[in-house]
Protein backbone atom coordinates (compact mmCIF):
# COMPACT_ATOMS: atom_id res chain seq x y z
CA UNK A 1 0.00 0.00 0.00
CA UNK A 2 2.82 2.28 0.93
CA UNK A 3 4.01 2.68 -2.95
CA UNK A 4 0.57 3.70 -4.19
CA UNK A 5 0.55 6.45 -1.90
CA UNK A 6 3.91 7.38 -3.02
CA UNK A 7 2.31 7.53 -6.53
CA UNK A 8 -0.44 9.60 -5.36
CA UNK A 9 1.63 12.37 -3.63
CA UNK A 10 3.25 12.27 -6.71
CA UNK A 11 0.36 12.72 -9.18
CA UNK A 12 -1.18 15.62 -6.88
CA UNK A 13 1.73 17.59 -6.69
CA UNK A 14 2.13 17.37 -10.67
CA UNK A 15 -1.73 18.57 -10.80
CA UNK A 16 -0.78 21.60 -8.52
CA UNK A 17 1.94 23.10 -10.97
CA UNK A 18 0.31 22.60 -13.74
CA UNK A 19 -3.13 24.47 -12.19
CA UNK A 20 -0.01 27.33 -11.65
CA UNK A 21 0.87 27.43 -15.80
CA UNK A 22 -3.21 27.35 -16.39
CA UNK A 23 -3.33 30.97 -15.93
CA UNK A 24 -1.48 31.38 -19.10
CA UNK A 25 -2.48 28.23 -20.99
CA UNK A 26 -6.23 27.65 -19.94
CA UNK A 27 -8.04 26.07 -16.93
CA UNK A 28 -9.01 22.89 -19.51
CA UNK A 29 -5.19 21.61 -19.37
CA UNK A 30 -4.73 21.66 -15.58
CA UNK A 31 -8.32 20.21 -15.24
CA UNK A 32 -7.21 17.29 -17.54
CA UNK A 33 -3.86 17.24 -15.84
CA UNK A 34 -5.27 16.60 -12.36
CA UNK A 35 -7.97 14.04 -13.64
CA UNK A 36 -5.48 12.14 -15.28
CA UNK A 37 -3.00 12.04 -12.16
CA UNK A 38 -6.43 10.86 -9.95
CA UNK A 39 -6.89 7.89 -12.48
CA UNK A 40 -3.42 6.91 -12.39
CA UNK A 41 -3.05 6.82 -8.99
CA UNK A 42 -6.53 4.84 -8.58
CA UNK A 43 -5.03 2.15 -11.27
CA UNK A 44 -1.99 1.90 -9.39
CA UNK A 45 -3.93 1.12 -6.07
CA UNK A 46 -6.05 -1.30 -7.50
CA UNK A 47 -2.58 -2.98 -9.65
CA UNK A 48 -1.03 -3.07 -6.33
CA UNK A 49 -3.61 -4.98 -4.07
CA UNK A 50 -5.84 -7.39 -6.16
CA UNK A 51 -8.76 -8.05 -4.55
CA UNK A 52 -9.19 -11.28 -2.78
CA UNK A 53 -12.65 -11.18 -1.13
CA UNK A 54 -14.64 -14.00 -3.46
CA UNK A 55 -11.12 -16.08 -3.34
CA UNK A 56 -11.32 -16.12 0.79
CA UNK A 57 -15.06 -16.70 0.42
CA UNK A 58 -14.43 -19.57 -2.24
CA UNK A 59 -12.21 -21.10 0.34
CA UNK A 60 -13.81 -20.63 3.50
CA UNK A 61 -17.09 -22.66 1.26
CA UNK A 62 -14.37 -25.40 0.19
CA UNK A 63 -13.17 -25.44 4.00
CA UNK A 64 -17.03 -26.06 5.30
CA UNK A 65 -17.88 -28.91 2.57
CA UNK A 66 -14.98 -30.79 2.82
CA UNK A 67 -15.30 -30.66 6.79
CA UNK A 68 -19.32 -31.69 6.18
CA UNK A 69 -18.06 -34.70 4.53
CA UNK A 70 -15.01 -35.54 7.33
CA UNK A 71 -17.98 -35.40 9.92
CA UNK A 72 -19.81 -38.01 7.94
CA UNK A 73 -16.70 -40.04 7.13
CA UNK A 74 -15.20 -39.95 10.49
CA UNK A 75 -18.94 -41.30 12.04
CA UNK A 76 -17.82 -44.73 9.86
CA UNK A 77 -14.96 -44.91 10.84
CA UNK A 78 -15.86 -44.32 14.43
CA UNK A 79 -18.81 -46.50 14.46
CA UNK A 80 -16.12 -49.71 12.86
CA UNK A 81 -13.60 -48.84 16.02
CA UNK A 82 -16.76 -49.11 18.32
CA UNK A 83 -18.02 -52.51 16.78
CA UNK A 84 -14.61 -53.77 17.25
CA UNK A 85 -14.19 -54.01 13.04
CA UNK A 86 -10.69 -54.24 12.70
CA UNK A 87 -10.45 -54.32 8.85
CA UNK A 88 -13.42 -51.86 8.38
CA UNK A 89 -11.44 -49.64 10.62
CA UNK A 90 -8.12 -49.70 8.89
CA UNK A 91 -9.73 -49.58 5.75
CA UNK A 92 -11.47 -46.05 6.33
CA UNK A 93 -8.64 -45.03 8.32
CA UNK A 94 -6.69 -42.51 5.70
CA UNK A 95 -9.23 -41.87 3.55
CA UNK A 96 -11.39 -40.16 6.10
CA UNK A 97 -8.27 -38.34 7.36
CA UNK A 98 -7.68 -36.81 3.92
CA UNK A 99 -10.28 -34.57 4.12
CA UNK A 100 -8.83 -33.08 7.48
CA UNK A 101 -5.44 -32.67 5.62
CA UNK A 102 -6.95 -30.54 2.84
CA UNK A 103 -8.53 -27.95 5.18
CA UNK A 104 -5.23 -28.30 8.09
CA UNK A 105 -4.86 -24.26 7.62
CA UNK A 106 -7.97 -23.45 8.50
CA UNK A 107 -8.15 -26.09 11.63
CA UNK A 108 -4.96 -24.47 13.04
CA UNK A 109 -6.22 -21.07 13.00
CA UNK A 110 -9.46 -22.18 15.32
CA UNK A 111 -7.19 -23.40 18.26
CA UNK A 112 -6.63 -26.82 19.49
CA UNK A 113 -7.97 -28.94 16.59
CA UNK A 114 -4.51 -29.98 15.33
CA UNK A 115 -3.24 -31.45 18.65
CA UNK A 116 -6.53 -32.92 19.28
CA UNK A 117 -7.31 -34.67 15.84
CA UNK A 118 -4.06 -35.19 14.52
CA UNK A 119 -1.30 -35.32 17.06
CA UNK A 120 1.35 -38.05 16.95
CA UNK A 121 2.79 -39.70 19.79
CA UNK A 122 5.22 -37.63 22.11
CA UNK A 123 3.92 -35.05 20.38
CA UNK A 124 1.59 -34.17 23.30
CA UNK A 125 2.10 -35.75 27.37
CA UNK A 126 0.87 -39.48 27.08
CA UNK A 127 -2.27 -38.19 29.06
CA UNK A 128 -3.61 -35.61 26.45
CA UNK A 129 -2.74 -37.92 23.37
CA UNK A 130 -6.10 -38.46 21.55
CA UNK A 131 -7.47 -38.51 17.81
CA UNK A 132 -6.64 -40.38 14.87
CA UNK A 133 -2.78 -41.53 15.61
CA UNK A 134 -3.95 -42.95 18.90
CA UNK A 135 -6.40 -45.17 17.41
CA UNK A 136 -3.97 -46.06 14.83
CA UNK A 137 -1.32 -47.12 16.56
CA UNK A 138 -4.05 -49.31 18.48
CA UNK A 139 -5.42 -51.14 14.92
CA UNK A 140 -1.84 -51.24 13.60
CA UNK A 141 0.66 -52.02 16.53
CA UNK A 142 -1.84 -53.69 18.92
CA UNK A 143 -4.34 -55.21 16.31
CA UNK A 144 -7.44 -54.31 18.29
CA UNK A 145 -9.91 -51.96 19.54
CA UNK A 146 -10.22 -52.42 22.98
CA UNK A 147 -10.43 -49.66 24.97
CA UNK A 148 -10.39 -47.08 21.96
CA UNK A 149 -14.52 -46.91 22.24
CA UNK A 150 -13.82 -43.41 24.14
CA UNK A 151 -10.78 -42.04 22.03
CA UNK A 152 -13.23 -42.68 19.28
CA UNK A 153 -16.18 -40.62 20.85
CA UNK A 154 -13.75 -38.01 21.55
CA UNK A 155 -12.57 -38.11 18.15
CA UNK A 156 -16.20 -37.73 16.64
CA UNK A 157 -16.77 -34.73 19.21
CA UNK A 158 -13.64 -32.73 17.94
CA UNK A 159 -14.11 -32.69 14.54
CA UNK A 160 -17.60 -31.99 15.13
CA UNK A 161 -16.81 -29.11 17.12
CA UNK A 162 -14.23 -27.92 14.53
CA UNK A 163 -16.98 -27.98 11.83
CA UNK A 164 -19.57 -25.84 14.04
CA UNK A 165 -16.33 -23.36 14.60
CA UNK A 166 -16.02 -23.19 10.77
CA UNK A 167 -19.52 -21.01 10.72
CA UNK A 168 -17.61 -18.45 12.32
CA UNK A 169 -14.22 -18.43 10.38
CA UNK A 170 -12.64 -15.51 8.88
CA UNK A 171 -10.36 -16.51 5.96
CA UNK A 172 -8.26 -13.66 5.36
CA UNK A 173 -5.85 -12.51 2.83
CA UNK A 174 -2.88 -14.09 4.80
CA UNK A 175 -4.16 -17.14 5.95
CA UNK A 176 -5.17 -17.71 2.03
CA UNK A 177 -1.97 -17.03 0.74
CA UNK A 178 0.23 -18.46 3.44
CA UNK A 179 -2.16 -21.52 3.45
CA UNK A 180 -0.82 -23.25 0.73
CA UNK A 181 2.46 -23.09 1.37
CA UNK A 182 1.85 -24.15 5.14
CA UNK A 183 0.51 -27.62 3.29
CA UNK A 184 3.63 -27.99 1.18
CA UNK A 185 5.50 -27.72 4.62
CA UNK A 186 3.43 -29.87 6.04
CA UNK A 187 4.08 -32.73 3.36
CA UNK A 188 8.02 -31.77 3.49
CA UNK A 189 8.76 -32.34 7.63
CA UNK A 190 6.77 -35.46 7.96
CA UNK A 191 4.85 -36.75 4.99
CA UNK A 192 7.89 -37.39 2.18
CA UNK A 193 9.58 -38.97 5.84
CA UNK A 194 7.16 -41.11 6.25
CA UNK A 195 7.10 -40.00 9.82
CA UNK A 196 3.01 -39.22 9.60
CA UNK A 197 1.82 -42.66 9.58
CA UNK A 198 4.53 -44.20 11.40
CA UNK A 199 2.15 -47.26 12.21
CA UNK A 200 -0.12 -47.84 9.28
CA UNK A 201 2.52 -46.86 6.56
CA UNK A 202 -0.15 -44.66 4.61
CA UNK A 203 1.41 -40.98 4.29
CA UNK A 204 0.50 -41.10 0.84
CA UNK A 205 -2.96 -40.52 1.38
CA UNK A 206 -1.59 -37.50 3.62
CA UNK A 207 0.69 -36.75 0.74
CA UNK A 208 -2.14 -36.85 -1.64
CA UNK A 209 -4.77 -34.36 0.31
CA UNK A 210 -2.16 -31.74 1.41
CA UNK A 211 -1.01 -31.44 -2.05
CA UNK A 212 -5.06 -31.49 -3.53
CA UNK A 213 -5.69 -28.20 -0.37
CA UNK A 214 -2.46 -26.12 -1.54
CA UNK A 215 -3.70 -26.92 -5.37
CA UNK A 216 -7.28 -25.39 -4.59
CA UNK A 217 -6.21 -22.10 -3.09
CA UNK A 218 -3.68 -21.96 -6.32
CA UNK A 219 -6.41 -22.41 -8.14
CA UNK A 220 -8.73 -19.97 -6.35
CA UNK A 221 -5.84 -17.04 -6.35
CA UNK A 222 -4.82 -17.83 -10.28
CA UNK A 223 -6.75 -15.12 -11.34
CA UNK A 224 -4.86 -12.95 -9.30
CA UNK A 225 -1.77 -14.25 -9.92
CA UNK A 226 -2.05 -14.49 -13.78
CA UNK A 227 -2.73 -10.58 -13.57
CA UNK A 228 0.32 -9.86 -11.73
CA UNK A 229 2.75 -12.32 -12.71
CA UNK A 230 1.89 -14.45 -15.51
CA UNK A 231 5.25 -16.33 -15.84
CA UNK A 232 5.01 -17.80 -12.31
CA UNK A 233 1.40 -18.37 -12.21
CA UNK A 234 1.73 -21.13 -15.32
CA UNK A 235 5.17 -22.34 -13.20
CA UNK A 236 3.26 -22.95 -10.52
CA UNK A 237 0.99 -24.62 -12.54
CA UNK A 238 3.40 -27.09 -14.03
CA UNK A 239 4.93 -28.24 -11.35
CA UNK A 240 1.20 -29.12 -9.38
CA UNK A 241 1.07 -31.09 -13.00
CA UNK A 242 5.06 -32.93 -12.63
CA UNK A 243 3.76 -33.78 -8.57
CA UNK A 244 0.48 -34.83 -8.97
CA UNK A 245 1.66 -37.26 -12.27
CA UNK A 246 4.51 -38.58 -9.81
CA UNK A 247 1.62 -39.15 -7.02
CA UNK A 248 -0.36 -40.81 -9.62
CA UNK A 249 2.44 -43.76 -9.82
CA UNK A 250 1.61 -44.95 -6.68
CA UNK A 251 -2.13 -45.34 -6.75
CA UNK A 252 -3.76 -48.98 -6.10
CA UNK A 253 -7.73 -49.37 -6.96
CA UNK A 254 -9.12 -46.41 -4.74
CA UNK A 255 -5.79 -45.89 -2.59
CA UNK A 256 -1.92 -45.41 -2.74
CA UNK A 257 0.78 -47.81 -2.06
CA UNK A 258 2.08 -48.28 1.29
CA UNK A 259 4.81 -45.93 1.69
CA UNK A 260 7.21 -48.62 2.62
CA UNK A 261 7.00 -50.05 -0.53
CA UNK A 262 8.51 -47.10 -2.09
CA UNK A 263 12.17 -47.34 -2.93
CA UNK A 264 14.55 -44.75 -2.54
CA UNK A 265 14.72 -43.33 -5.78
CA UNK A 266 10.98 -43.17 -5.69
CA UNK A 267 11.07 -40.47 -2.63
CA UNK A 268 14.00 -38.99 -4.03
CA UNK A 269 11.62 -38.43 -6.87
CA UNK A 270 8.84 -37.06 -4.24
CA UNK A 271 11.08 -35.20 -2.79
CA UNK A 272 12.35 -33.03 -5.49
CA UNK A 273 8.68 -32.23 -7.35
CA UNK A 274 7.72 -30.62 -4.17
CA UNK A 275 10.99 -28.79 -3.83
CA UNK A 276 10.43 -27.70 -7.37
CA UNK A 277 6.81 -26.61 -6.57
CA UNK A 278 7.29 -24.95 -3.28
CA UNK A 279 10.00 -22.87 -4.62
CA UNK A 280 7.67 -20.93 -7.22
CA UNK A 281 5.03 -21.42 -4.59
CA UNK A 282 6.80 -18.99 -1.92
CA UNK A 283 6.49 -16.43 -3.89
CA UNK A 284 2.75 -16.21 -4.59
CA UNK A 285 2.02 -14.70 -1.39
CA UNK A 286 5.04 -11.81 -1.59
CA UNK A 287 3.57 -11.20 -5.37
CA UNK A 288 0.25 -11.02 -4.49
CA UNK A 289 0.85 -8.36 -1.19
CA UNK A 290 3.14 -6.69 -3.19
Not at 5 to 12: C, D, H, M, Q, Y
Not at 122 to 141: M, Q
Not at 240 to 256: H, I, N, R, V
Request: glycine share 6%.
Amino acid sequence: MKAWKTGAVLFAAAAIVLTGCSKDNGGNEAKEASANGTAAAQTNETSSAPDLTQASADYRAYGIEQCDQFILETEKFVKAVKDGDIDTAKALYAPTRMYYERIEPIAESLGDFDPNIDARENDVPDADWRGFHRIEKSLWVDNKTDGMGEFADRLLSDVQSLRALMETVEVDSTLLVTGAVELLNEVSSSKVTGEEERYSHTDLYDFVANVEGAKKIYELLKPALNAKDAELEQQIGERFTDLEGLLAKYKSGDGYVLYTDLKEADTTSLSQALDALAEPLSQMGTILEA
